[in-house]
């Protein structure tokens, strides 16, 4: 009987929400997680989870013992990382979540020189735009875009972007070069991200305040389509320098109204679980990715003007 599984089993149950869930995660069938759960609950002598067909819910004495086995689970973890990093190349998984924008343009080459310094690392990564939840689905580590609100995250930040305002030259031929917000109001029409507020905020420079609601021609809930539409003419596109930034440099795309537009810097995070031991390998990468975007990334508007 090895104790030390039961409470590795009894936390992946915990934290993925249902025996269904952790038993898909550990990579073998419910029965044995069921049976393991039991048998752990007889050892002990106590209920640890109250559960239905839908839900289950951690009885008194099971959130003490979760508890407990985080805290056991962690130094252990801390134990063995101390001495295997200084003896050993960084090896074993990684389970990621990134932006799918992001991710498919920016992440590829970074992760492509991690592996590079430290060939034994494997990838397992989600490309979604979702809020996703590290702890139920047994994340190591995400990329997020925001200004984060979640207390029970640890974060770093990685680096930041900025909204640019922008359209193709053939847009702008045909609907004219706006030289203030009001003359967005003048037979323009935008492409929207689904998420995107419905008016534009601007303020000059000299301080006065503006608030435009430009009409709609398109929403879409992926920022490159929407680029690749902006480019072809479909309309003004309110988007981020990092997947803006190339088409910028090659012409295709040029920002407007920046006397009138300077939205702040939006950070990237990477986040981890508050309660969970970082593993030498997360940490690295971290550190790596810190590094490689830096304060000042290579899609910054700065650097494309």
């Known amino acids: ?24 995660q550990l990579n073998t069938v419910k029965s044995a997680v069921s049976r393991r759960l039991t048998e752990l609950e007889k050892r002990l002598k106590v209920s640890l989870l ?8 951690l009885t008194e004495n099971g959130l003490s013992y979760y508890q407990q086995c985080i805290r056991i689970i962690d130094d252990v973890a801390e134990v063995e990382s101390s001495i295997r990093d200084d003896n050993c190349a960084l090896a074993g998984s990684i389970k990621l979540a990134v932006p799918l924008s992001f991710g498919l343009e920016h992440l590829g080459k970074a992760l492509q020189q991690f592996n590079e310094i430290h060939p034994d690392i494997r990838f397992d990564i989600d490309f979604n735009d979702r809020k996703i939840d590290l702890i139920e689905e047994g994340f190591d580590l995400a990329i997020r875009i925001s200004n984060l609100a979640d207390s029970s995250l640890m974060a770093r930040k990685l680096t930041s972007m900025k909204l640019v305002l922008c359209a193709s030259p053939s847009y702008l031929q045909k609907y004219g070069m706006p030289t203030t917000p009001a003359d967005l109001l003048k037979g323009h029409h935008r492409l929207k991200y689904a998420s995107e ?5 601007f303020v ?9 609601k430009v009409p709609t021609a398109m929403t879409a809930n992926n920022g490159n389509f929407l680029k690749q539409a902006a480019i072809k003419g479909a309309g003004l596109i309110l988007t981020p320098d990092f997947i803006c930034y190339k088409a910028i440099r090659l012409g295709q795309l040029i920002p407007i109204l920046t006397d ?3 939205p702040p810097a939006v950070p990237a995070y990477a ?22 975007f830096g304060k000042k990334p290579y899609w910054s508007f700065e650097s494309i003007k």
Do not use: C
Request: proline letters at 3%.
């Open 50 to 57: 109250t559960r239905t067909t839908r839900t289950q819910t």
């Open 197 to 201: 507020p419905e008016q534009w905020k």
């Open 260 to 262: 009138y537009f300077s």
């Open 1 to 24: 009987m090895n104790q030390f599984e039961d409470m590795q089993t009894f936390v992946r149950i915990v934290e993925a929400g249902s025996i269904t869930r952790a038993a898909e």
């Open 271 to 292: 986040i981890y679980p508050r309660n969970r031991h970082l593993s030498q390998r997360v940490r690295s990468l971290i550190d790596f990715l810190s590094q490689y």
């Open 204 to 212: 000059s420079n000299t301080g006065e305040k503006s608030t435009i």
